[in-house]
Antibody, heavy 122, light 107 residues
C-alpha cells in the first residue's frame, strides 16, 4: 500500500524557514518523480515543485522559485521541501504527492499524503 | 505559464442529475489533462487522466472529454458521495497548473 506521511509543518514568523519531510513507503521511491502541492485555507490547489526520480531535475512555481528547494534522499525514501524567506501568503496545507508516468507521456499525481499545515504569522 | 480556467465555480445539483464541469487552458495542452476530486478535510483523489481514462476504481458514471484547450468532466447520474470540489490540472508543461476548482453542492 502506497503511503506518504508529511511532517515538519508548524507556525513560523515571516522571513523564517521551515523544512518539510515526506516519508514514502509501499512503492519503489526512486522510480517516481515527487511533488509538493499546497492549498491555502479555503482556497484551491497550487502546484509548488516537482523533483525527478533520480533527483537530477527539479521544477518550481514562480511564486516560490528562489525561496524553496525540493530534494530527496532515495536511500531513506524521503522527500523534502526547504522553505526560506517565508511569507504570509505561503500559509497552506502542504501535500506530498507521487507522480506516475502513464501512456502517451501523460503524468498524473496519483497518490497524496494527508498534508501538513504551515502557518506564517507573527 | 499555462492558465486553467474552470466553469462554473460552483454548481448546485440533485442526486440522479447529470452534471458537466468545464475546463479551458490558455494554450493547447493536447491530451495532458487530469481531473481530481477533493472532499472537505481530505487530500485530492485522481479521477481521470489523459482527458478520458478513468483511474482504477473510479465509477463509470464519471467521464471526460475534450481536446486542445477545452475539456469537460461529466457525471452521468449524481450519487450522494459525488458532492465535492473538482479540479482540472494540466501536465503539458513541467510547471503544472490547476484550475480554480468547481464546488458541486446539493440542491
Amino acid at each position: 500500500e502506497v503511503q506518504l506521511l508529511e511532517s515538519g509543518g508548524g507556525l513560523v514568523q515571516p522571513g523564517g524557514s521551515l523544512r518539510l519531510s515526506c516519508a514514502a513507503s509501499g512503492f519503489t521511491f526512486s522510480s517516481h518523480a515527487m511533488s509538493w502541492v499546497r492549498q491555502a485555507p479555503g482556497k484551491g490547489l497550487e502546484w509548488v515543485s516537482t523533483i525527478t526520480g533520480s533527483g537530477g531535475g527539479s521544477y518550481y512555481a514562480d511564486s516560490v522559485k528562489g525561496r524553496f528547494t525540493i530534494s530527496r534522499d532515495n536511500s531513506k525514501n524521503t522527500l523534502y521541501l526547504q522553505m526560506n524567506s517565508l511569507r504570509a501568503e505561503d500559509t497552506a496545507v502542504y501535500y506530498c504527492a507521487r507522480e506516475t508516468l502513464r501512456i502517451f507521456g501523460v503524468v498524473t499525481i496519483d497518490y497524496w499524503g494527508q498534508g501538513t499545515l504551515v502557518t506564517v504569522s507573527s | 505559464d499555462i492558465q486553467m480556467t474552470q466553469s462554473p465555480s460552483s454548481l448546485f445539483a440533485s442526486v440522479g442529475e447529470r452534471v458537466t464541469i468545464n475546463c479551458r487552458a490558455s494554450q493547447t495542452i493536447n491530451s495532458y489533462l487530469n481531473w481530481y476530486q477533493q472532499k472537505p478535510g481530505q487530500a485530492p483523489k485522481l479521477l481521470i487522466y489523459g482527458v478520458s481514462t478513468l483511474q482504477s476504481g473510479v465509477p463509470s458514471r464519471f467521464s471526460g472529454s475534450g481536446s486542445g484547450t477545452d475539456f469537460t468532466l461529466t457525471i452521468s447520474s449524481l450519487h450522494p458521495e459525488d458532492f465535492a470540489t473538482y479540479y482540472c490540472q494540466q501536465s503539458f508543461s513541467s510547471l503544472y497548473t490547476f484550475g480554480q476548482g468547481t464546488k458541486l453542492e446539493i440542491k
